[in-house]
């Protein structure tokens, strides 16, 4: 199977699974390599037998699904984000959870793959907010699809590469090094509750301080669903809770009461009268 091939194959298919192939173009070669798997597993010659097989065999739309699933990732994933979360936004909503005699700043990371954006939050709390808020704890909800993500999720142990751009100050506190590995400490994982969900499908129990929701619903999903998840994500959320989104993502037309907080960051916060 050739990229072109495969280019063709994708656009077929992917608003047959409400997916828009914008989203997966820089991103195509991770779904080529499975497609080609499934191929060989199939014995089929190419992707125009794999389309006649779709055709055939509807229960075979489930697996494509789980093929173009996109698992890039890392700590600290876009430094200007992390720094305004740490400088302002969590500050800001503990603060306000205080006020409300809240115990606990709730966070949801949807679409949170290994770990690496909830561990990054967790991390930062302790590490640079919680000695400013001792009476409030967080509490985090990670939600992914990927069974075998998530099963990494939890043993929390890194390559280098997923953890290079934490600020080495943080990295050395929070990792151990093991055999050429980074292992996160104890400390950062208790904090933390692992969800095998499918946004599509279900959302995490609300409601929230935070949602991040980046590099998921509003890179890979067509326009109409992400309208219906933004909704969904919405109601999820107190009146004046943030949601991030990918730098390079936009909101929908219709943004459900959210106005930019850091705009160029895709930070968005949600009306004090809505949620």
């Known amino acids: 199977m050739n990229d072109e091939q495969c280019v063709r194959f994708l656009q077929w298919a992917l608003p047959q699974l409400r997916m828009r192939w914008d989203g997966f173009r820089k991103v195509r070669r991770q779904v080529k390599k499975r497609l080609a798997r499934r191929l060989r597993e199939l014995g089929l010659a190419d992707t125009e037998a794999y389309r006649e097989y779709l ?35 969590l500050s800001t909503l503990a603060r306000e959870a205080q006020q409300r005699r809240d115990k606990a ?27 400013r808020y001792p009476d409030l704890r967080i509490e985090i909800v990670a939600t992914d699809a990927d069974p075998a993500m998530l099963a990494r999720a939890r043993e929390g142990n890194y390559a280098f590469a997923s953890v290079k751009d934490l600020p080495p100050s943080l990295r050395d506190q929070a990792f151990e090094r093991e055999e050429g590995a980074y292992r996160l400490e104890p400390a950062y994982r208790c904090d933390i509750t692992f969800l095998e969900q499918d946004i599509r499908n279900e959302q995490a129990g609300g409601p929230f301080d935070l949602v991040l929701c980046r590099n998921l619903v509003f890179t890979y999903f067509d326009d109409a669903l992400q309208s219906e998840l933004l909704g969904r994500i919405v109601a999820t959320m107190h009146g004046g809770a943030a949601l991030v989104l990918g730098i390079h993502e936009q909101l929908p037309a219709d943004t459900r009461g959210l106005s930019p907080w850091f705009d160029k960051l895709r930070i968005y916060r949600l009306h004090e009268t809505a949620g």
């Open 55 to 89: 055709q055939r065999h509807a229960e075979e739309w489930h697996y494509l699904d789980t093929l173009c699933r996109i698992t890039i990732s890392r700590f600290y994933r876009d430094k200007g984000v992390y720094a305004a979360l740490s400088e302002e936004v």
């Open 105 to 131: 700043l709730r966070v949801w990371s949807a679409g949170c793959g290994g770990g690496e954006e909830p561990y990054t939050i967790a991390i930062l709390w302790h590490l640079e907010l919680r000695d």
